[in-house]
């Protein structure tokens, strides 16, 4: 099966930082990769998928990059509000499996 | 508008029985799949396993085949995971989510909280 994983498990920014977090496939997915944000308690929610395409009503500050085996979320600049942990999913055939997450903080 | 609604927290003891549900409305049940998805304790989130609830057709990741069974009720627009002997290390969080054939979890029920303990 494919694993995912990734990088950094936690980071800290600062409010209006680029920040990166990336998502690496054990082997090629194509495009078929989304990204969820959850909110501490709450249910996680989709933000991008098909790698790079914005669900409706995410702010544009969040974007998606990649293909094959590498894939990148990028939130342009930090905001308060984006405390959250981050999952990306392969969906392109079961499993449908998960990457380890990253926690992002406010420094 | 899209609702998956889930059956209520639950606390029970090793070696028991159990199925928790999730109950759609807004949308035609038999043309979405439903997933399962569990959140240990301060864990991430693992896929279980999704079905299709127009024929039942059902895949299971392996971590979990022979520990769940994933069922569907077409009649009642309802999904349901079930464990037959549950373990302490069962305690999580049990989301359902919908998934569109080929593509994403895009809408996802509120959890489900299963705590196992003697």
């Known amino acids: 099966d494919i694993q995912m994983t990734q990088s950094p498990s936690s980071l800290s920014a600062s409010v209006g930082d680029r920040v990166t977090i990336t998502c690496r496939a054990s082997?090629?997915?194509?495009?078929?990769l989304a990204w969820y944000q959850q909110k501490p308690g709450k249910v996680p929610k989709v933000l991008i998928y098909a790698t790079s395409t914005l669900q409706s009503g995410v702010p544009s500050r969040f974007s998606g990059s990649g293909s094959g085996t590498d894939f990148t979320l990028t939130i342009s600049s930090l905001q308060p509000e984006d405390v959250a942990t981050y999952y990306c999913q392969k969906y392109n055939s079961a499993p449908l499996t998960f990457g380890g997450g990253t926690k992002v903080e406010i420094k | 508008e899209v609702q998956l609604v889930q059956s209520g927290a639950e606390v029970k003891k090793p070696g028991e029985s159990l199925k928790i549900s999730c109950k759609v409305s807004?949308?035609?049940?038999?043309?979405?799949?439903i997933g399962w998805v569990r959140q240990m304790p301060g864990k991430g989130l693992e896929w279980m396993g999704i079905i299709y609830p127009d024929d039942s057709d059902t895949t299971y990741s392996p971590s979990f085949q022979g520990q769940v069974t994933i069922s569907a009720d077409k009649s009642i627009s309802t999904a349901y995971l079930q464990w037959s002997s549950l373990k302490a290390s069962d305690t999580a969080i049990y989301y359902c989510?919908?998934?569109?054939?080929?593509?994403?979890?895009?809408?996802w029920g509120q959890g489900t909280l299963v705590t196992v303990s003697s």
């Open positions: 807004g949308y035609s049940f038999t043309t979405y799949y």
């Open positions: 989510a919908r998934r569109k054939g080929g593509s994403f979890f895009d809408s």
């Open positions: 082997q090629g997915i194509s495009n078929y």
